[in-house]
């Protein structure tokens, strides 16, 4: 990548901020900019970012760039995972989906739907929830979706065996996972 501060998508350049000595200094107007025409790339031209999304945005942005500055200020903690919860349709997964386009020097994390997870115990087994308590970062869509799983007859809460692992894997090595949900926090 020649310029950090530039992301090329579609032959068109993006700033999203300037350089300060080594230091990195992101602009959100600019990173907004981005994001709407990067969301129309991934998800057509009826993508749009809404003004009353914009202080989620920043946060999530500042999360994602790990701007130190703001985290204190914000209750962030940049050594865990993110949990978006809301209602069905409100762009959660397109904002996961989305946000990982802006620090395309990091390795980014998958998003992979619960349900997807829970399919592929009912045929592979426990060899599912193994393969994804490895060290790469995942974005875990729809907690709550799925089905109890089954192999061989035998029930299985996939997501939360998965999730315990997942777990163990951050307090041993520091791995952050993602997850979007329906649920509240009671559920």
Do not use: W
Not at 20 to 43: E, P
Not at 155 to 172: P, Q
């Amino acid at each position: 990548m020649a310029n950090p501060c530039e992301i090329i998508e579609g032959g068109i350049t993006y700033p999203l901020g300037s350089m300060q000595g080594k230091k990195m200094i992101y602009d959100f107007h600019k990173m907004l900019v981005y994001l709407n025409a990067k969301g129309k790339l991934l998800s057509g031209p009826h993508f749009k970012i809404y003004e009353s999304d914009h202080p989620l945005l920043f946060k999530l942005c500042n999360y994602i760039i790990a701007d130190k500055t703001n985290f204190e200020a914000m209750h962030l903690d940049p050594k865990k995972g993110l949990i978006l919860s809301g209602p069905v349709g409100c762009g959660k997964t397109s904002l996961m989906k989305l946000l990982r386009h802006l620090v395309p020097h990091l390795r980014p994390y998958e998003v992979i739907p619960c349900r997807n997870i829970t399919f592929a115990f009912n045929h592979l087994g426990y060899k599912v929830i193994q393969e994804h308590g490895d060290g790469n970062f995942y974005c875990f869509d729809d907690l709550g979706t799925e089905a109890i799983g089954r192999h061989y007859g035998k029930d299985c809460n996939v997501m939360g065996e998965l999730i315990c692992n997942r777990y163990e894997l951050f307090l041993k090595h520091k791995i952050k996972t993602h997850i979007t949900t329906n649920l509240n926090a009671t559920e």
